[in-house]
């Protein structure tokens, strides 16, 4: 019986991992999305432009990595991006199927109007800046984890 109670527990749903982090994921997606719609951005064309403010002039191959997405995901999301005057999709010379984004001067004018979005969120999550950053940094190293049991 202590078994059958055991597996019991295992199998709800609120003890589930997986849906702790799924269903914090769709929450913080919510959170994100009015924010996100005053800059004209989906989430993931956000992620995109965070790299971007990050680190200028990325491969799309080194930009899916760092975002783990695929190239079927990531090649309309950068075309929207284009579309929208925010970056520039520039094919190497030396290889043509590779392909780097920049930023134009609108791309690079949003980071100063997105700078309030971590802001929202610091208010929204009532966690110390000091939290959030351990809370990511458990969250990273979770996922590592998973990506190398995967």
């Known amino acids: 019986m202590p078994t059958s ?3 019991d527990d295992l199998l709800k749903l ?3 991992l ?5 269903s914090a994921s769709l929450a913080m ?8 719609d005053k800059l004209k951005l989906t989430y993931p ?4 432009m965070l790299v971007l403010w990050e680190q200028e002039g990325v491969m799309v191959s080194e ?17 929207r991006l284009e579309a929208n005057g925010l970056v520039a999709r520039i094919r190497d010379v030396a290889d043509e199927r590779r392909v780097r984004i920049s930023l134009t001067a609108a ?3 949003l980071k100063s109007r997105a700078a309030g979005v971590p802001h929202c969120l610091l208010a ?5 800046v000091a939290d959030l950053v351990s809370l990511t940094q458990q969250i990273q190293a979770l996922r590592d984890r998973v990506r190398a049991a995967a």
């Open 45 to 48: 064309q956000y992620l995109v």
């Open 14 to 16: 609120d003890n589930q």
């Open 5 to 7: 109670h055991r597996t």
């Open 107 to 109: 791309g690079r004018r």
């Open 63 to 79: 930009l899916g990595e760092r975002l783990s997405l695929d190239s079927g995901t990531l090649t309309p999301l950068l075309k």
């Open 124 to 128: 929204a999550t009532e966690c110390s």
């Open 29 to 36: 997606t919510r959170l994100y999305k009015p924010l996100l």
């Open 18 to 22: 997986c849906f702790a982090v799924y």
